[in-house]
């Protein structure tokens, strides 16, 4: 994904989230993400702080790890401001950021409770449309959080 957006990218976002569905989903395959997003996050950047997240859409939390000695409180908020966007827009928060640069809207949202950048991802299942879950990055290059995400549940999605 290019980033800084460019004309189409909202679009080529949206589909990311048709190609990263699960058939199942519960708490052992929320660990293999989990577990999975940590590989590819000390893959990326040895020398990463990060936060991981797995969350139901009522709040509880699947999991959570501090990846890096350099995580803070700060983490926690981007974290639950990114879950925010996906909660209340049941995309991507990548996604919106995309949607509102694309689009030459401005963001009215209050950025104290909503963070729209990359790294939050809703998780479906197969043939639904209705969000479940979300898959939380946030640490990395905002375009990094989100490639991990989606990254992670496709090839989760793929390989069930």
């Known amino acids: 994904m290019s980033f800084p957006f460019q004309s189409g990218d909202d679009v080529k976002l949206l589909q ?5 569905t699960l058939k199942v989903f519960n708490n052992a395959v ?11 996050v000390l893959a990326k ?10 969350s139901l859409l009522t709040g509880h939390k699947l999991f959570r790890a501090a990846v890096g000695s350099d995580t803070a409180l700060d983490n926690e908020s981007w974290v ?3 879950v925010n966007v996906v909660r209340r ?6 996604y919106h ?4 640069t694309c689009n030459n809207k401005p963001n009215t949202l209050n950025e104290a409770e909503y963070a729209i ?5 809703p998780i479906r299942l197969q043939n639904s449309d209705f969000v479940i879950a979300t898959l939380t990055v946030s640490g990395l290059k905002q375009n990094e959080d989100h490639e991990i995400v989606y990254e992670t549940l496709k090839e989760i999605g793929n390989s069930q």
């Open 80 to 82: 639950e401001r990114k």
């Open 45 to 54: 950047n040895p020398n990463a702080s990060a936060v991981i997240d797995i």
């Open 117 to 121: 950048h990359g790294g939050s991802f």
């Open 16 to 20: 990311q989230e048709k190609e990263a």
């Open 97 to 100: 950021q995309a949607k509102l």
């Open 89 to 94: 827009f049941n995309h991507s928060s990548f």
């Open 30 to 40: 929320a660990w293999e993400i989990g577990q999975l997003a940590r590989q590819k």
